[in-house]
């Protein structure tokens, strides 16, 4: 009797071989995070219409091609950033968020730094198209990304540092690039930076689990929940304080009253954040920031 053929590759290989291209366009959807890129859209978008303006040409930026490409070549390296950061994390998001792995699982891990290398070298040309600010700006955020996920994420504070200034980049980048309204748009620019930093030390608080296995050294592993939270609160009390005097110092009472609305939402962050203790308690308020996040932007319509 003849020996039945050996299949020469594994059933993982095979089936991931047999699985459609709508599943591979489904897991790039997951892994580049479209959603937060499309708030990044929108934030530059409402910035160039109302901080910068004149908000009556608004119809004009729509159809500015090299606005466009400046908020394209933005997107297109927090998608890049978005991969490598899932790229290098794939068994600490095992421990930390195992239904939302992608690398290794939906899409091959050659694939990804691919899609990475392709993305960035986009942006970098399309910045190189626009100017010097553009290309500086993309390079460092390009970089920068880069750099967090290889080793600034693992260590305290850093990280967190570094994401939460990219965040404010990508608001500042419009203050330098098109020279108007530069201290309103700074003053959103603060706003985006803290709650930013505050939401990464909550994603840190969140994922200690994952981190603690693999030897990461973030604050809430370094310091314990019970400092890290002390920390926030200092925070927090920064970034009123900071947003509140630059409002001041722009003279526009219509901003305080926004931010007062705006920061009803930090309130509640507070209060939860004292009894915060469990894994399900800190991805709650991590969606909160995104909540405030979302509040700040949409109050540049109302200046």
Known sequence: MSKPDIPTHSPVKATRRRRPRWFLLIGFYRLIRVPNLLIIVLTQYLARIFLIGPRQEWRNYLLDHRFFLLVLSTVIIAAAGYIINDYYDVKIDTINKPKRVVVGRILRRRMAMIAHTGLN??????????????????????????LYSNQLKRLPLVGNLVIALLTGASL???????????????????FAFFISLIREIIKDMEDVKGDATFGCQTLPIVWGLRRTKLLLYLLTASFLTVIFLMGNHLGLPILGYLFVVVFLPVVW?????????????????????????LNGVLSMLWL
Request: proline share 0%; glycine share 8%; net charge positive.
């Open 121 to 146: 070298v986009l942006g970098l040309a399309i910045g190189l198209y626009l100017g010097k600010v553009v290309l500086v700006y993309n390079f460092a955020a390009a970089f920068g990304l880069w």
């Open 172 to 190: 500042s980048i419009l203050a330098a690039y098109f020279r108007q309204h530069q201290q309103l748009v700074y003053t959103y620019a603060t």
């Open 269 to 293: 962050l507070l209060v939860k954040l004292v009894r915060a203790d469990t894994k399900k308690d800190f991805g709650y308020l991590s969606n909160l920031c995104k909540v405030i996040m």
